[in-house]
């Protein structure tokens, strides 16, 4: 079993940044894949980044690429989202997300273990 907390969701004006984090503890994920999500009112939840556990790959949505940056501090089992030029279409509740395996995937359905989500609101 895998835990996975998220922090540092928050308010903040069009333009600026958030760095969200994720602690996952429990069994060892060294063969994994860890992903960011998202899911805002009314909307299906979306794929916004992920990276292999070794950190050798990752692979981001359109929508954030050049915007978003995904990271891992592997001795602290920590994965972090680095969020800049936010939009207010960023506004939505952000999951952290594991699966046990190396292969990266944008499908949350083959994501085993999940947080409890973040909020994280852009305002214009």
């Known amino acids: 079993q895998v835990q996975l907390v998220e922090s540092g969701g928050g308010i903040v004006q069009a333009g600026g940044s958030l760095r969200l984090s994720c602690a996952a503890s429990?069994?060892?994920?060294?063969?994994?894949?860890m992903g960011w999500f998202r899911q805002a009112p009314g909307k299906e939840r979306e794929f916004v980044a992920a990276?292999?556990?070794?950190?050798?790959?990752?692979n981001y949505a359109d929508s954030v690429k050049g915007r978003f940056t995904i990271s891992g501090d592997y001795a602290k089992n920590t994965v972090t989202l680095q969020m800049n030029s936010l939009k207010p279409e960023d506004t939505a509740v952000y999951y952290c997300a594991a699966r046990p395996s190396p292969v990266l995937t944008t499908e949350s359905a083959l994501y085993k273990y999940w947080g409890q989500g973040t909020q994280v609101t852009v305002s214009s």
């Open positions: 429990g069994r060892t994920v060294s063969r994994s894949t």
């Open positions: 990276i292999r556990w070794s950190g050798d790959s990752t």
